[in-house]
Nanobody, 121 residues
Framework: QVQLVESGGGLVQAGGSLRLSCAASGFTSSRYSMAWFRQAPGKEREFVAVISRSGATTYYADSVKGRFTISRDNAKNTVYLQMNSLKPEDTAVYYC??????????????WGPGTQVTVSS
């Protein structure tokens, strides 16, 4: 059974950093691309970053480019999202997802429950 579990969320001041982790089980994560999405209160879920199976290719939303870094450790079946220079508008529930090398939600079949990130001004 595929399971994704996010961790590392919390409350941080603007300009601070957080590192999110997504632990995968029930499948070999190296066979899939992995992504992070987020959903702010009252808004639709949006793409944040995606990483290819090998980790060689990454794509980012324009809003986080240069501040966030996605990476993976296939030996640990874990994907990370390093978030620097955080802004209040980054406040959201962050979700890890397994699927294709894509920015579209429909291309991801398994999702974690999410972890809350709150950035105070």
């Amino acid at each position: 059974q595929v399971q994704l579990v996010e961790s590392g969320g919390g409350l941080v001041q603007a300009g601070g950093s957080l590192r999110l982790s997504c632990a995968a089980s029930g499948f070999t994560s190296s066979r899939y691309s992995m992504a992070w999405f987020r959903q702010a209160p009252g808004k639709e879920r949006e793409f944040v970053a995606v990483i290819s199976r090998s980790g060689a290719t990454t794509y980012y939303a324009d809003s986080v480019k240069g501040r966030f870094t996605i990476s993976r450790d296939n030996a640990k079946n874990t994907v990370y999202l390093q978030m620097n220079s955080l802004k209040p508008e980054d406040t959201a529930v962050y979700y890890c997802a397994q699927g294709l090398l894509s920015t579209a939600e429909a291309d991801f079949g398994s999702w974690g429950p999410g972890t809350q990130v709150t950035v105070s001004s």
